[in-house]
């Protein structure tokens, strides 16, 4: 993918909780992005309607008008759409990414719909976990399921920051882990 300067980012925040580890990293990355001249954008998708896929695939009919579940969704895709590169903060739940963030995500299935390949974005996730090991955590299976998926659909990632805190608010403490958010915010804008 050729290197442009992006000038929208998406921040799709995916914890529950509006303080939470995962969403002050997004908040160091999107710090990182306008420092770096992008128009940021970001979305808490805990708050918003979000339906389950209901695999009917009409979204990928041929001359669909998109997916037919009438939710926020229908204002998140044009977004998506409209971005140069997407942040997706997601805290480790139970092994895995929270589930306001797969939701979201297996939505995405729809995004073909909308155009000849709207995946062709710079990508950074960013992750918060309880254990100290990205393996243990569960952390490990965020990353493989982000890199598997938008490998598969041609997005360009730039890069994972993941690091571990308990309690809400404990990553402040990290401050080298903060300023590798923000260089991954930056590096979207890139």
């Known amino acids: 993918m050729e290197e442009t300067q992006a000038k929208k980012l998406l921040v799709l925040q995916g914890s529950p909780r509006k303080k939470g580890n995962s969403n002050i990293l997004a908040a160091a990355a999107r710090k990182g992005a306008e420092e770096a001249g992008a128009e940021v954008e970001s979305l808490f998708i805990h708050g918003m309607d979000i339906k389950p896929c209901q695999a009917c695939w009409n979204c990928q009919k041929k001359d ?3 997916c037919v579940i009438k939710d926020d969704m229908q204002t998140i895709f044009p977004k998506l759409i409209a971005a140069d590169a997407w942040l997706i903060a997601t805290p480790v739940h139970w092994f895995n990414m929270s589930t306001q963030t797969k939701l979201w995500l297996d939505r ?67 401050k080298e882990l903060l300023k590798k958010a923000e260089k991954l915010g930056a590096k979207l804008t890139r």
Request: aromatic share 14%.
């Open 108 to 174: 995405c299935f729809a995004l073909a719909a909308y155009g000849e390949n709207p995946f062709k974005k710079k990508v950074g996730v960013v992750i918060s976990y309880g254990d100290t090991d990205p393996y243990a955590s569960g952390g490990i299976n965020i990353i493989r399921t982000f890199q598997d998926c938008f490998r598969y659909v041609g997005a360009d990632i730039k890069g994972f920051v993941y690091g571990s805190a308990l309690h809400a608010g404990d990553i402040s403490d990290d």
């Open 64 to 66: 669909t008008k998109g």
